[in-house]
């Protein structure tokens, strides 16, 4: 009986362990950052990779479902935020948060995850 016990509790160690992780599929060399805030979003839809001012960037595009959710956000490899709102403005025209020269000087746009 207590090997059983034993053998129960490392079989069920491994399934929460294998379980707990979700894999998403994303292009091999995407920042674990990026991948971590993709796991944790609830309302994302896509995510873009851009090179921009000389390096990797990221942007993140809510569903239209998420009301409350914002627009997106644009952010570094180290998945610090540069702007909220990189493409559009916010409700009411653009806000301080928006990068204004991303559309211009934005370039090779590559989708790397969608729901």
Request: proline share 3%.
């Amino acid at each position: 009986m207590k090997n059983m016990t034993i053998i129960l509790t490392i079989f069920l160690g491994f399934t929460l362990i294998f379980t707990s992780c979700e894999k998403i599929d994303v292009p091999k060399g995407t920042p674990s950052c990026i991948k971590k805030k993709i796991r944790k979003s609830i309302c994302l839809d896509k995510v873009y990779e851009y090179d921009y001012d000389g390096e990797k960037v990221y942007v993140f595009e809510t569903s239209a479902d998420c009301i409350d959710a914002g627009r997106g956000g644009l952010y570094s490899a180290n998945c610090e935020v540069l702007c909220n709102s990189p493409i559009l403005g916010g409700w009411i025209g653009k806000d301080t948060s928006y990068c204004y020269n991303f559309e211009t000087n934005r370039t090779n746009k590559k989708l790397i995850w969608s729901r």
